[in-house]
Each structure stands twice: as C-alpha cells, then as structure tokens.
C-alpha cells in the first residue's frame, strides 16, 4: 500500500490519524520500560514488611524470575479490583519530562496543521 504523505497530513487533519509509538518515546520521558514496572507491581503485591512474614520476600523473589507479563497477571490476581491503581502508581512514581524525541514528532505534527 502506497500512501502518501499528503494522504496521511489529511488523515492527521480530519482527526482520523492516530499515532502509535514505542517503549522508547515512553523511557525518553522517563517512564518505566516493563521489565522495570512489573518489578515496582511485584514489590507493591508482595511488600517485604517489617513485621516478620518470612514468605513475602521469596514470594517476590519467586514472582521476579518469571517473565514480565506472567508476574503482572499473578500480581493482577492477588490484587484484584486495587491493580489498576498500583499500576498507575508505579507507572508514574518518578517525575516526567517531555524529550526531545517526543518535542520533534509534535512539532511535525504541528507542521502539519
């Protein structure tokens, strides 16, 4: 399929453009790539807590080791309707900047305008 890039600044135009973008747009303005979030998940389902619960630390450690999309789904089930929460809690715990990457794709899509 050839489209042109007249064809695609009047898709952007009406609205009916929608631009998807990879892990590294997202890192560049410092969020966390998904290894790193479902570490921050694991650590907020199983804390390591002061009060002597010897299970919560290898729990973790256990929970680490599989792949990052099979540690969210068991952190999805122990934390049930709380997940969506600690996962936008983890996903936004540091400060966010907008790059340089991200200012050069808005900018040529403000060009386009």
Same mark, same amino acid.
């Given at each position: 399929?050839?489209?042109?890039?007249?064809?695609?600044?009047?898709?952007?135009? =009406? #609205?009916? @453009? /929608?631009?998807?973008? #990879?892990?590294?747009? $997202?890192?560049? /303005?410092?969020? %966390? =790539?998904?290894?790193?979030? &479902?570490?921050? !998940?694991?650590?907020?389902?199983?804390?390591?807590?002061? +009060?002597? =619960? @010897?299970? $919560?630390?290898?729990e973790r450690?256990? +929970?680490?080791?599989? &792949? %990052? @999309?099979?540690?969210? +789904?068991?952190?999805?089930?122990?934390? #049930?309707?709380?997940?969506? $929460? !600690? !996962? $936008?809690? /983890?996903?936004?715990?540091e400060a966010?900047?907008?790059?340089? *990457?991200?200012?050069?794709? *808005?900018?040529? @899509? +403000?060009?386009t305008q």
């Amino acid at each position: 399929m050839d489209v042109s890039i007249e064809k695609l600044k009047k898709l952007h135009q =009406d #609205g009916k @453009l /929608c631009l998807f973008v #990879g892990a590294g747009i $997202s890192k560049s /303005c410092g969020l %966390p =790539d998904w290894n790193t979030l &479902s570490v921050r !998940v694991i650590k907020e389902a199983w804390p390591d807590t002061k +009060r002597y =619960d @010897l299970f $919560s630390g290898i729990e973790r450690s256990i +929970r680490a080791r599989y &792949s %990052p @999309l099979d540690a969210m +789904r068991m952190a999805r089930r122990k934390l #049930g309707k709380q997940f969506n $929460s !600690v !996962v $936008s809690k /983890c996903l936004y715990a540091e400060a966010l900047s907008c790059s340089s *990457l991200l200012e050069s794709i *808005l900018d040529q @899509l +403000r060009n386009t305008q």
